[in-house]
């Protein structure tokens, strides 16, 4: 009786995304987030291109072939899933469900197109892009990540630009300076989420009404 009282109460848990141009750091201040808050998951991805360096199978990508990946999309397996510079990439449904029903906040870094399709799904999602202070200092450290060609910086540049034109679509902006700050600034953000009226109700009316 007292596990199921418990179960009731918990909240479900805040899909909590975080996006932007490449290269704006939202994959280092991912990572952060995770390593800093044990209480926040990360959400593993399903990918079509070919692991990188010391990337691992299960840890930062599922690898699979284009065929699985179509399979699980039409089985509706995906959260969403969206190409991005040639690959495909998706975020498998199932387990986050499960674990926003157990009340786990899970945060994802995905492009412009799964956020769109993750705020359709789930409108209360919270989208949180981030932008370098300027396109400068954008190509800066895109020419100092030294991954990319001078071709693919340019396009990335010119992406960033039309991705910030949705800006009216995201939940926040954070201007991604200095990294520390930026990384207090989303985790900010998460605990005022956390406060949201609507996620109380239920402890409301349990607490003060019943
Ligand atoms: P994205 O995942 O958006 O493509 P990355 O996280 O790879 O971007 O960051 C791009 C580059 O900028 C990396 O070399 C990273 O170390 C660096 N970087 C990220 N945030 C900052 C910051 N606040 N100040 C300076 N360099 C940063
Ligand atoms: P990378 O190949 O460098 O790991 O990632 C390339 C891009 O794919 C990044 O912009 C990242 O945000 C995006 N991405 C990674 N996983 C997913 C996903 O599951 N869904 C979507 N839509 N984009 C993703």
Redesign the pocket.
Same mark, same amino acid.
């Given at each position: 009786m007292k596990a199921k009282q418990k179960k009731e109460t918990i909240k479900k848990g805040l899909l909590i995304i975080i996006?932007g141009p490449?290269g704006s750091g939202?994959s280092t201040i991912y990572k952060e987030i995770l390593s800093r808050n044990s209480n926040i998951l990360g959400s593993i991805?399903v990918?079509t291109?070919e692991p990188r360096g010391a990337e691992i199978d299960g840890v930062h990508y599922y690898f699979i072939t284009k065929e699985k990946y179509f399979e699980l999309k039409e089985t509706g397996g995906l959260l &969403?899933?969206?190409k991005? !510079?040639g690959n495909y !990439?998706?975020?498998p449904l199932a387990k986050v469900q499960e674990q926003i029903e157990n009340g786990k906040d899970i945060v994802f &870094?995905?492009?412009i197109?799964?956020a769109r399709q993750i705020k359709s799904k789930y409108p209360n999602a919270i989208w949180i892009f981030v932008i370098p202070p300027s396109l400068a200092i954008l190509e800066e450290r895109l020419r100092s990540r030294a991954t990319d060609t001078a071709e693919v910086i340019e396009r990335r540049l010119s992406l960033a630009k039309s991705e910030i034109a949705y800006s009216e679509m995201f939940d926040y902006f954070v201007v991604n300076d200095g990294l520390s700050e930026s990384i207090k600034t989303i985790e900010g953000i998460i605990e005022a989420e956390r406060h949201k009226a609507y996620l109380m109700t239920d402890f409301i009316k349990k607490t003060y009404l019943d």
């Open positions: 996006s490449s939202k991805s990918t291109r &969403e899933g969206a991005v !510079y !990439y998706g975020t &870094e995905i492009d197109d799964g």
